[in-house]
């Protein structure tokens, strides 16, 4: 969308009623989906923020409790259908856990997605993640210096993670990976296991 195209968007009476009647909808049905396309288009609109709080509470709510279930079920989330949207809320709030420095918090977020996530590309860049919280690295100095600023053209359902870094991924995780285990081993109890 360009700027002249938000901006026409965000005044057009029949636009804004089509997105309140939309967000009433989706906040009733708790259809992750379409809670993820009100959301997108209230950040674009730059709308209130107390609605955008509002979508975005639902989401997490919804995709917890699905996450809940998948554990439950010992099942595995794929990058398809209504999973991406389960994955992205997640790894939207470890991110955002990690940005406050609640690493604790964004560790635990971190090792259930590597627990219920079916994707190698996805899982490593999520064990990479892990071992930044687990070490406290600041996310700011983490994405400075670590993330590969021209993330690899993949696949859309790919779009919403960072993948990319300035180093090998498979030789990090390696080198790492009994950090990893000893990470995987405390958190297991957050599994019910």
């Known amino acids: ?3 002249d195209e938000i901006v026409q968007a965000s005044t057009d009476p029949e636009f804004l009623g089509y997105l309140d ?6 906040l009733e049905s708790k259809k992750i989906s379409g809670l993820y396309e009100v959301l997108d288009s209230l950040l674009i609109l730059d709308l209130q923020e107390e ?7 639902a989401i997490l709510m919804v995709a917890f409790d699905s996450i809940e279930k ?4 010992d099942s595995k989330l794929t990058l398809e259908n209504d999973d991406i949207f389960y994955i992205r809320a997640f790894y939207e709030h470890s991110i955002e856990k990690w940005s406050r420095e609640d690493y604790k918090g964004a ?5 259930i997605l590597s627990q219920i996530v079916e994707d190698e590309i ?3 860049a999520i ?3 892990l071992l930044a919280c687990n070490s406290k690295e600041d996310m700011e100095i983490f994405y400075d210096e670590k993330v590969q600023h ?3 053209e993949r696949e859309e359902k790919y779009a919403y993670f960072l993948l990319d870094f300035k180093f090998d991924t498979k030789k990090y995780l390696m080198e790492n990976q009994k950090i990893l285990e000893n990470i995987y081993e405390e958190l297991k109890p957050l599994l019910g296991v």
């Open 1 to 3: 969308m360009t700027q």
């Open 122 to 124: 996805l899982l490593n």
């Open 127 to 129: 064990n990479i993640k």
């Open 70 to 73: 998948k554990l439950k079920d």
């Open 21 to 26: 009647q939309r967000e009433k909808d989706v």
């Open 107 to 111: 560790k635990e977020l971190f090792f």
């Open 51 to 57: 609605r955008i709080n509002k979508v975005y509470e």
């Open 150 to 152: 021209e993330q690899e």
